[in-house]
T-cell receptor, first 114, second 113 residues
């Protein structure tokens, strides 16, 4: 069964360091999302891509976060510099660009900033 | 702006008992509604979804949910809970299937033996 792949699963980084997460969506899925889930809360959208184009990044803290999907396939989310408040689960999801198909989520990357 | 409220942060039920998790949404048009389940340290798994049609929808693992437009609710139910159902449950709303989802704060379900 096709899955959204994310790596790493866990990441510990020091405050002020740079950190990056990678997501490989299900093959053929044009839409890709990055969500952030703070412990004890529901996920919140950071950025949505349609192929290689950003559709919505209104909630992305652009002073320190960046996201790219250069070839419209896999995607990277970067934080530089990391802050203590960035500790969270970062979830990637994807969906095909047709019909009423829901988004499929990956296992997430758990980030701890120390 | 759309929003979702899950009034119950924690719920504890006995194994074999029935379950209802509440979800209220705010959205100006007909919403796309979802219930997801998340085990500790894991991603989100879709339990069921409502897009249109029959307001009672069946999902995986014996779950069902009923869309009530007049109450702006989409409550999740299961007639008999199993210990393996212990997890966190999230209700979400979107403008359409491909739209970003707005999630509720989640309800943590604990199951007593």
């Amino acid at each position: 069964e096709a899955e959204v792949a994310q790596s790493p699963r866990y990441k510990i980084t020091e405050k002020s360091q740079a950190v990056a997460f990678w997501c490989d969506p299900i093959s053929g899925h044009a839409t890709l999302y990055w969500y952030r889930q703070i412990l004890g809360q529901g996920p919140e959208l950071l950025v949505q891509f349609q192929d290689e184009s950003v559709v919505d990044d209104s909630q992305l803290p652009k002073d320190r976060f960046s996201a790219e999907r250069l070839k419209g396939v896999d995607s990277t989310l970067k934080i530089q510099p990391a802050e203590l408040g960035d500790s969270a689960m970062y979830l990637c999801a994807s969906r095909p660009d047709f019909g009423n198909t829901e988004a499929f989520f990956g296992q997430g990357t758990r980030l701890t900033v120390v | 702006a759309q929003s979702v409220t899950q009034p119950d942060i924690h719920i504890t039920v006995s194994e074999g008992a029935s379950l209802e998790l509440r979800c209220n949404y705010s959205y100006g048009a007909t919403p796309y509604l979802f219930w997801y389940v998340q085990s500790p340290g894991q991603g989100l798994q879709l339990l069921l979804k409502y897009f249109s049609g029959d307001t009672l929808v069946q999902g995986i693992k014996g779950f069902e949910a009923e869309f009530k437009r007049s109450q702006s609710s989409f409550n999740l139910r299961k007639p008999s809970v199993h210990w393996s159902d212990a997890a966190e449950y999230f209700c979400a709303v979107g403008a359409h299937a491909g739209n970003m989802l707005t999630f509720g704060g989640g309800t943590r379900l604990m199951v007593k033996p």
